[in-house]
T-cell receptor, first 113, second 113 residues
Framework: DAGVIQSPRHEVTEMGQEVTLRCKPI?????LFWYRQTMMRGLELLIY????????DSGMPEDRFSAKMPNASFSTLKIQPSEPRDSAVYFC???????????FGQGTRLTVV | AQSVAQPEDQVNVAEGNPLTVKCTYS??????LFWYVQYPNRGLQFLLK??????LVKGSYGFEAEFNKSQTSFHLKKPSALVSDSALYFC???????????FGRGTSLIVHP
């Protein structure tokens, strides 16, 4: 298995633009997580899905953030409109029912200028 | 509120010496505890976990951790450090049954040649 795949690896965008981050979880995993990493706040859980259904989105910072999981092999995190304070590394992770550890993608480094 | 704490932002150790990265937890019930490592510009990689059973847990790359209920600690250890162990280490917990990892702030481990 190729592991959790995230795209793009790097994204530079202008303030006000829409940004879409993509994630392909490990096949067979039924949990998917989106985390954000910053120096100030560390690793924050934004939202997680179980069997493609959003379970807890209390970590999503604002209505500008939205996430979808249309099927078991794909998820998106969208920021619209983006702001400079959204600059961070965004990680997607997945885990399976029989395993308790999460497997992380390599992250998307987002810079909003 | 439930949490894990990593009291040291940075740990310095000489190559060949034993290393310890500290983690304490404040989690109700029977916590699941984890250690992850993050190398520069990479996602987090799972090292080891404590779910139940033997308090001494062995993981990847020669690391181990001891679950200590009386001291509410789960310190990461390695008998002999390598320069290649230099990375950011995260302690995490999941409340029993939830499988949703919540991470500490991380500790930067620097191993000097």
């Amino acid at each position: 298995d190729a592991g959790v795949i995230q795209s793009p690896r790097h994204e530079v965008t202008e303030m006000g633009q829409e940004v879409t981050l993509r994630c392909k979880p490990i096949s067979g995993h039924d949990y998917l997580f989106w985390y954000r990493q910053t120096m100030m706040r560390g690793l924050e859980l934004l939202i997680y899905f179980n069997n493609n259904v959003p379970i807890d989105d209390s970590g999503m910072p604002e209505d500008r953030f939205s996430a979808k999981m249309p099927n078991a092999s794909f998820s998106t995190l969208k920021i619209q409109p983006s702001e400079p304070r959204d600059s961070a590394v965004y990680f997607c992770a997945s885990s399976g029912r029989s395993r308790t550890e999460a497997f992380f993608g390599q992250g998307t480094r987002l810079t909003v200028v | 509120a439930q949490s894990v704490a990593q009291p040291e932002d940075q740990v310095n150790v000489a190559e060949g010496n034993p290393l310890t990265v500290k983690c304490t937890y404040s989690v109700s019930g029977n916590p699941y505890l984890f250690w992850y490592v993050q190398y520069p510009n990479r996602g987090l990689q799972f090292l080891l976990k404590y779910i139940t059973g033997d308090n001494l847990v062995k993981g990847s790359y020669g690391f181990e951790a001891e679950f200590n209920k009386s001291q509410t600690s789960f310190h990461l250890k390695k008998p002999s450090a390598l320069v290649s162990d230099s990375a950011l280490y995260f302690c995490a917990y999941a409340s029993g049954g939830s499988y949703i990892p919540t991470f500490g702030r991380g500790t930067s481990l620097i191993v000097h040649p």
